[in-house]
């Protein structure tokens, strides 16, 4: 008489093998991904976060400009913490020909030049403003970048960064920049800012500059800041110090201005396109959440409409880790609440059963199905086969279906499984050699028995 293989799996006296090999799999598979659930991003978030100044960042919204009573209300805040931050923008005004203020980069060593780029207006007008992806920009003395932030640096006090992306954009290799590395490239000097419409209450402003062009040498490479990347809206970043950008507006404050530019324009004292407010990690969180409710109210409440929009991916970092630590929590102790629950009823269910589960009880079992002692050792190896599979199976399975659910919910959260994977394969292993000893032990009775019938 055949038997067939699930037929085990269908006696009740047996529903030992059932929890073992089919809800245990599940039930440790979903406690070992709850465990690892957001592991690769959390990671990623500290090492940015040990990189990274607590900074929140105020500046304008893409395509659009401070008004003054913004920039008031920006006046009001803690002097101490708010640094100004001037950059090169594609919409910036030269003041001495009305026209866009051009953008010049250049690289060379003393034996070749590495890297000449040069955008003038009609190729800003041509591309367009999203397009032009470089920009020089300041920093002040809280945030010159940190050891942490360098990746290669030199012996230079020329105080030049640029970012790993202007390398990697321009194709430039790493070890082709050294301390004798000279870069040449334009600033955008505030001079002014200019009012086009002033017959509203609260009118635009405008950036006039001009363009200066600056020779130094590179006294490092950086990681990319993602604040500035989103303010300046490029990748490719020269950071040159705010000091000199200072001297640099000190000392051009009087140039003359172009005609079309006086005739066109209200000026004023210029107004910086961004800022940088220094907070600190035990409360970057409610001073970003503050800012930004306040910020709204304000500008609601004088019917403003506002240009304001507030950054920090150090912000960010801290909320997701935290939001991850709290949802990986919920769902371990979901996980490991089941498996405890799992365990009291396995103990029970094996009491209860044991004398049914000895393997010459077992094997009594199968012989009431009228198989031959033959037939009998044959099911026993199949068995054993089919049990591995049911674990790995359902091992693996539970992984994929599990992750694909949190994925849905929580798509911009990466989880590496790579120890999940190892931990079920050693278990595989486990109970492959747990079964492969008891396989052994039954045979041992089987023949036992077929000497007795002989």
Do not use: W
Not at 24 to 44: D, E, K, Y
Not at 85 to 102: D, G, H, L, R, W
Not at 142 to 166: L, M, R, V
Not at 418 to 435: K, P, R
């Amino acid at each position: 008489m055949k038997i067939n293989i699930f037929y085990i799996m269908k006696n009740k006296k047996n529903v030992i093998l059932t929890l073992l090999f089919i809800v245990f799999p599940i039930l440790i598979s979903f406690a070992f991904v709850s465990l690892s659930f957001g592991n690769t991003t959390n990671i990623n978030s500290k090492k940015h976060l040990d990189i990274s100044t607590p900074n929140i960042y105020f500046h304008q919204k893409i395509g659009e400009y401070f008004c003054s009573e913004e920039i008031e209300y920006i006046e009001k805040m803690n002097q101490q913490n708010i640094t100004p931050i001037y950059f090169s923008s594609p919409n910036n005004i030269e003041v001495t020909t009305k026209k866009y203020a051009p953008f010049f980069y250049k690289i060379s060593t003393p034996s070749k030049v590495i890297l000449n780029k040069q955008i003038d207006n009609d190729e800003i007008h041509n591309l367009g403003y999203s397009s032009i992806n470089y920009s020089s920009v300041t920093y002040g003395p809280e945030d010159e970048p940190t050891d942490d932030q360098i990746i290669k640096s030199f012996s230079n006090n020329d105080g030049i960064y640029i970012s790993e992306s202007f390398l990697y954009n321009n194709h430039i290799n790493l070890d082709s920049i050294d301390e004798n590395s000279i870069i040449e490239f334009n600033v955008h000097v505030p001079i002014y800012s200019g009012a086009t419409n002033t017959q509203v209450i609260y009118h635009d402003l405008e950036s006039i500059v001009h363009s200066v062009n600056l020779k130094k040498k590179i006294k490092g490479v950086i990681k990319d800041n993602l604040d500035l990347q989103t303010i300046t809206n490029a990748d490719n970043i020269v950071l040159f110090s705010l000091e000199e950008c200072n001297n640099l507006i000190n000392k051009f404050s009087n140039i003359a201005i172009d005609q079309n530019i006086r005739d066109n324009y209200q000026l004023s004292s210029y107004i910086p396109s961004a800022f940088s407010y220094l907070s600190s990690y035990q409360t970057i969180q409610s001073e970003f959440n503050n800012l930004s409710k306040n910020t709204t109210q304000y500008f609601e409440s004088i019917n403003l409409a506002n240009h304001f929009q507030l950054d920090s991916v150090f912000y960010e970092k801290t909320v997701l880790s935290e939001k991850i630590s709290s949802i990986r929590s919920i769902l371990s102790n979901i996980s490991l609440g089941i498996l405890v629950v799992f365990t009291i009823v396995l103990l029970y269910l094996i009491k209860k059963t044991y004398p049914f589960i000895k393997n010459d009880a077992y094997i009594k079992t199968l012989q009431e199905r009228n198989l031959s002692l033959i037939s009998i050792k044959n099911y026993l190896k199949l068995e054993k086969k089919c049990l591995l599979c049911f674990f790995a199976l359902f091992y693996f399975s539970t992984i994929i279906i599990y992750t694909l659910f949190l994925k849905l919910y929580f798509f911009n959260i990466q989880t590496d499984l790579t120890l999940v994977i190892i931990f079920g394969i050693l278990c595989i292993l486990l109970i492959s050699n747990n079964l492969r000893i008891r396989l052994k032990k039954q045979l041992n009775i089987i023949d036992m028995l077929e000497k007795t019938n002989n």
